[in-house]
């Protein structure tokens, strides 16, 4: 016991890495730092972004039974899953922004996901999803319509659509949409998903709620 | 001994016979899917379009036939999206004909504001057509006179 350093003598631990850090080092060379630190800095870096494309598969959105249940299953024969093109947008396409800031701030914003199915168990059952599934269609409206549907525009865009070749109906409500400056989900809610009731009057508070700001 | 004599014969006969069948249905047995000849290339059944015309009435009270695609469109206990376009509240904006009035009318007889119950599985009623050849003869003739 008494050969033990007292307290006194030895400062506490983060004392101690704070001066580690601060001091320079004496010990190793600058080279061996730089290289330590560049070796470092690439693992880090390609390990986050190897995360971030984990995370944006359709086999992770569906790791979670809610989604794997409900929207997947809907999704399931809709126009952007089975079509004669043979080209097939999955759920990140649709609803994780391509854009690096946007899609860090959407992977953000995911962790009240992950809390709705970790501890409140939010959507745990159909019926349960059933009774949400406005509010969180609403969410994903606000976000299309305030973005001016921005991921349908990774691949759709007014200005290479032939009016023409698209049935009578689409062609003249295409044209009417660009001439009055509406967006895709003005008109296309639930192409991939089944609506809830009501779904109509809510979208339409969305819009308004989005376009008076 | 001769026990196992008469159970080797009879098990080896019924090996030939089971190899003969087997051998048979090989070449003749097997049967591909829609019938074709196995050694040739399917007949692809013809891929039918949908009618985009309006079309006249057969009968004073027919619903008229659809000319535009419905496949996509959701009907169910929730939601029913042909109302999107020819409800009486959205039919202006959306340059479709309105439903007439006969589809805002209960079973009693009364006016209501929304589309009534009776009419909202609209595909019961309208179904759109396909430019395929009929599948059975049709003999109808229309009181039209045509």
């Known amino acids: ?213 | 001994m001769k026990k196992t004599v008469l159970i080797s014969v009879l098990t080896a006969s019924a090996l030939v016979a089971a190899g003969l069948a087997v051998a048979q249905s090989g070449t003749s047995g097997v049967r591909s899917l829609r019938n074709a000849p196995i050694d040739e290339v399917a007949e692809v059944p013809g891929v039918f379009h949908q009618d985009e015309k309006r079309f006249g009435r057969n009968y004073r009270q027919q619903p008229p036939l659809i000319p535009h695609t419905i496949s996509r469109y959701q009907i169910d206990l929730r939601a029913n999206q042909c109302l999107a376009c020819h409800d009486w509240t959205n039919a202006g904006d959306r340059g479709a004909p309105t439903l007439s009035m006969t589809h805002y009318l209960d079973r009693e007889g009364r006016q209501l504001d929304r589309v009534a119950g009776t009419r909202w599985f609209c595909t019961q009623c309208h179904v759109p057509q396909a430019d395929a050849p009929a599948l059975v003869e049709n003999t109808f003739r229309s009181t039209a006179g045509k």
């Open chain 1, 1 to 213: 016991m008494s050969d033990n350093i007292s307290k006194g003598d030895r400062p506490g631990i983060i004392r101690r890495v704070w001066n580690f850090l601060t001091r320079p080092a004496v010990a190793i060379t600058s080279g061996a730092l730089l290289v330590a630190g560049f070796v470092v800095g690439v693992l880090f870096w390609g390990g986050f972004n190897w995360a971030l494309e984990l995370t944006n598969t359709e086999s992770f959105c569906i790791s979670c039974h809610e989604m794997e249940d409900n929207v997947y299953a809907e999704y399931q024969g809709s126009i952007h899953q089975n079509n004669g093109s043979g080209v097939r947008a999955t759920c990140p396409d649709c609803h994780v922004p391509n854009d690096w800031g946007p899609k860090v701030v959407r992977k953000i914003k995911a962790s009240k996901e992950l809390y709705g199915h970790f501890i409140t168990r939010s959507i745990w059952t159909r019926e349960k999803f059933q009774e949400k599934r406005l509010d969180l269609a609403r969410n994903e409206w606000r976000r299309m319509k305030s973005t001016d549907s921005k991921e349908c525009r990774n691949c759709h865009s007014f200005e290479f659509m032939d009016f023409t070749l698209q049935e009578n109906r689409a062609g003249q409500n295409h044209q009417k949409a660009l001439d009055e400056g509406k967006t895709c989900i003005d008109c296309h809610q639930g192409i991939a998903h089944k609506l809830p009731e009501g779904y109509l009057e809510a979208y339409r508070e969305v819009a308004r709620e989005v376009e008076g700001n």
